[in-house]
C-alpha cells in the first residue's frame, strides 16, 4: 500500500501528469481538496471507489483516513492542487506518515506559478532582465513567516516575484514592494490559471491594487512582479548563440 501526493495542477484537468491519472485511475481510495481540485479529475477514479473531500477536514481526520486505508492495503491518491512541493501543506502529513511508518511516494504537478506565467505568455527569466524567481507568500490568517521572509526584504533584491496567497492583502503587498521595485515596475494578476474563468489582471505597482478591487479578486490568484513582465529589450541566451562551443557531430 502507499500514499501517492499527487499534483493535480493549477485547474484545468487535463494539466495532471500521465503518471499521476495512472494512478489516480488505479487507487481504490481519494482523497481530495475539493475547492481547488477540478471535479472531473474524479471521473478517473475506479468505480466504487472511496472519495473523500478533505476541504472540511482538519490535519487529524486526513491522517485517519490515510491510516485506515493503509490498515486496508489499499493505495491512496492524495490530489493536492498545483505542486506539492510549495504551498501544499504536504510536509505535515508526510512528517505525521513517517512517524507512521505508512509508505507514500510525490508525484509533482503544474505549479499555479507556471500556469500564470503561460497565461501571461511571459518567461520570468529574462536574460539581462532577470534571473532569479522568489516564490512567496504573505501573513494573514495562514502561519507566519519566518523573520527575515518580509516582503521588503525579500524585494531589496529587485528579482522576479511570484505570491500566493496574497491577493486579499493587496495593498499591503503594494506598499511594502514599492521602495524596492517602484511606482512603474509591472505587475500581473492571473486568478484562477488555466480554468475557463481565468482573468488577468496587467498593470504596475500603482495602479494594481486598484485593478484587483475593481475586479472583485479575493482568491486563487497569483501575483507576479518584476522587470520580465514588460521585456523586450534583452540579449538572445547564450543557449542558441552561434558563438557557442558545441559538440561536433561524430562525422
Do not use: K, W
Not at 185 to 191: D, I, K, L, S, T
Not at 219 to 232: D, E, P, Q, Y
Not at 233 to 246: E, I, T
Request: net charge negative.
Amino acid at each position: 500500500m502507499t500514499v501517492y501526493f499527487i499534483g493535480a495542477g493549477p485547474g484545468a484537468a487535463d494539466l495532471i501528469t500521465l503518471r499521476g491519472l495512472r494512478l489516480l485511475q488505479a487507487s481504490p481510495v481519494c482523497l481530495y481538496a475539493g475547492s481547488l481540485v477540478p471535479r472531473e479529475l474524479l471521473d478517473a477514479c475506479p468505480v466504487g471507489a472511496r472519495l473523500v473531500d478533505t476541504a472540511n477536514l482538519v490535519l487529524d481526520e486526513i491522517v485517519a483516513e490515510l491510516i485506515a486505508a493503509h490498515r486496508a492495503g489499499l493505495d491512496v491518491a492524495r490530489l493536492h492542487s498545483g505542486d506539492p512541493s510549495v504551498f501544499s501543506a504536504v510536509a505535515e502529513q508526510m512528517r505525521r506518515l513517517d512517524g507512521l511508518g505508512v509508505p507514500y511516494e510525490v508525484v509533482p504537478g503544474v505549479p499555479a506559478f507556471a500556469a500564470a506565467a503561460a497565461a501571461l505568455g511571459r518567461e520570468l527569466t529574462v536574460p539581462g532582465v532577470g534571473q532569479t524567481v522568489i516564490l512567496t507568500r504573505t501573513s494573514a490568517r495562514a502561519t507566519p513567516m519566518p523573520e527575515g521572509e518580509d516582503l521588503r526584504t525579500l524585494g531589496a533584491s529587485g528579482a522576479t516575484m511570484v505570491l500566493h496567497l496574497a491577493v486579499q492583502r493587496i495593498d499591503a503587498v503594494v506598499a511594502e514592494l514599492l521602495p524596492s521595485y517602484g511606482p512603474d515596475c509591472p505587475v500581473a494578476v492571473v486568478a484562477r490559471a488555466s480554468r475557463p474563468d481565468e482573468v488577468i489582471l496587467r498593470g504596475t505597482l500603482a495602479d494594481i491594487a486598484g485593478r484587483v478591487h475593481e475586479a472583485g479578486i479575493r482568491r486563487t490568484a497569483v501575483i507576479v512582479v518584476g522587470r520580465t513582465l514588460s521585456a523586450t529589450q534583452f540579449p538572445d541566451s547564450h543557449l542558441y548563440s552561434a558563438d557557442r562551443a558545441r559538440p561536433c557531430d561524430g562525422s
